[in-house]
C-alpha cells in the first residue's frame, strides 16, 4: 500500500513539473518570436513595403481600414506583442510555417485575402478587430 502511494505521489509531482515545463518553454519560445518579428520590422523596411503593398491593394486596403475607428482600449488586446502572443496560441505550428512560406514568396491580393480568411477561422471578431486595428496603427499612425 505504502509503495502504490510512494508511485501515485511520484506520478503527481513528474506530472506538474512537466505541465509547468511546458508552459515555460512555450511562454520562451513566444517571447522569442515577439522580439523576432520585432527586430525584424525595425531592422528593414518592411513597415514602408508593406504599407506600400497595402495601398496597392484597394481591397486589403478596405479590410484592414475596418480597425482604423476602433478603441484598442475596448479590445481584448492592444499591442502587437500581445497580438503575435494570441495568434500564436490560435494558429499551429503548420499553419504558421505556411503563412511566413506564402509571404517570404510574396502575395497577390487574393492570396493576402485568403490568408485573411484563415485569421477569421481562428480569431473571434473582437481578436479580429484587434489585430486590424493595431496594423492600422502600425502601418499610418
Do not use: H
Not at 481584448?76 to 514568396?105: C, D, G, H, W
Request: overall charge negative; charged content about 25%; cysteine-free.
Amino acid at each position: 500500500m505504502k509503495l502504490l502511494i510512494g508511485v501515485l505521489i511520484s506520478i503527481v509531482i513528474l506530472a506538474g513539473l512537466g505541465f509547468g515545463g511546458y508552459y515555460l518553454v512555450s511562454g520562451f519560445i513566444e517571447d522569442r518570436a515577439v522580439e523576432y518579428v520585432e527586430q525584424d520590422l525595425e531592422n528593414s523596411n518592411n513597415i514602408s513595403q508593406a504599407r506600400a503593398y497595402i495601398d496597392s491593394a484597394p481591397q486589403l486596403k478596405a479590410y484592414i481600414s475596418e480597425g482604423s475607428d476602433a478603441n484598442l482600449e475596448e479590445l481584448p488586446f492592444q499591442t502587437k506583442e500581445q497580438a503575435t502572443r494570441v495568434v500564436m496560441q490560435k494558429l499551429s505550428l503548420k499553419e504558421l510555417q505556411s503563412i511566413q512560406a506564402k509571404v517570404s514568396k510574396g502575395l497577390t491580393e487574393a492570396e493576402a485575402l485568403e490568408l485573411a480568411e484563415t485569421f477569421e477561422s481562428k480569431l473571434t471578431d473582437e481578436e479580429l478587430l484587434a489585430l486590424k486595428a493595431i496594423l492600422y496603427k502600425e502601418l499610418y499612425e
